[in-house]
């Protein structure tokens, strides 16, 4: 499913290499990317070609406030209860699923300028580090569903939206919070 980068484990960066220009005109390249699609709120450099640990997020609507950064090297540190979140990603598009996550993980990263980072996210923007840090390690949002699941909530966006009540009903969206700590 998609293509066969997406299935190859990143590499980490060194300081040095974050801080160099081209880092920095690739993050500005994935940033435009990604806010170019309308849809995605996070891209990994695997869907891009780059082989190595970093992923941007960023948001424009101001209803689910996603600070645009870049995070390089990232790894969860702690991780809180469970939740069950519809992803879609980019690298396959037209295809939504429910998949388990967890509601609350603290990430470790460098930003920009090679600084160690700690954030924390709950909710949505929990369940986006946990799929754009799937993505660098060659992980898909399908690898997380059971087959059961699978055969009962992975559908094509069209079909998704024909039943959306139907398969969101009551149910409340958490958009989460997202801290810079």
Same mark, same amino acid.
């Given at each position: 499913?998609?293509?066969?980068?997406?299935?190859?484990?990143?590499?980490?960066?060194?300081?040095?290499?974050?801080?160099?220009?081209?880092?920095?005109?690739?993050?500005?390249?994935?940033?435009?990317?990604?806010?170019?699609?309308?849809?995605?709120?996070?891209?990994?450099?695997?869907?891009?070609?780059?082989?190595?640990?970093?992923?941007?997020?960023?948001?424009?609507?101001?209803?689910?406030?996603?600070?645009?950064?870049?995070?390089?090297?990232?790894?969860?540190?702690?991780? /809180?209860?469970?939740? *069950?979140?519809? !992803?879609?990603?980019?690298?396959?598009? %037209? #295809?939504?699923?429910?998949?388990?996550?967890?509601?609350?993980?603290?990430?470790?990263?460098?930003?920009?300028?090679?600084?160690?980072?700690?954030?924390?996210?709950?909710?949505?923007?929990?369940?986006?580090?946990?799929?754009?840090?799937?993505?660098?390690?060659?992980?898909?949002?399908?690898?997380?569903?059971?087959?059961?699941?699978?055969?009962?909530?992975?559908?094509?966006?069209?079909?998704?939206?024909?039943?959306? /009540?139907?398969?969101? *009903?009551?149910? !409340?969206?958490?958009?989460?919070?997202? %801290? #810079?700590?």
């Amino acid at each position: 499913m998609g293509n066969p980068a997406l299935r190859s484990r990143t590499s980490a960066f060194q300081v040095k290499e974050i801080k160099h220009a081209s880092t920095k005109e690739m993050v500005s390249k994935m940033i435009n990317t990604m806010y170019d699609s309308k849809i995605g709120c996070g891209l990994a450099g695997p869907q891009v070609g780059i082989g190595r640990q970093v992923f941007v997020i960023g948001d424009q609507n101001p209803d689910q406030f996603i600070p645009t950064i870049p995070l390089f090297n990232p790894r969860i540190v702690k991780t /809180e209860g469970t939740f *069950g979140a519809w !992803e879609a990603c980019l690298s396959i598009p %037209n #295809l939504i699923g429910r998949v388990h996550r967890h509601a609350v993980v603290h990430v470790d990263y460098l930003d920009e300028e090679g600084r160690n980072q700690r954030l924390r996210a709950t909710g949505f923007k929990a369940a986006l580090m946990q799929h754009e840090i799937d993505h660098l390690q060659g992980v898909l949002f399908p690898d997380r569903m059971s087959k059961e699941e699978l055969e009962r909530y992975f559908l094509f966006r069209e079909e998704f939206e024909a039943r959306a /009540e139907e398969l969101v *009903g009551e149910e !409340e969206l958490d958009f989460g919070d997202l %801290n #810079l700590l």
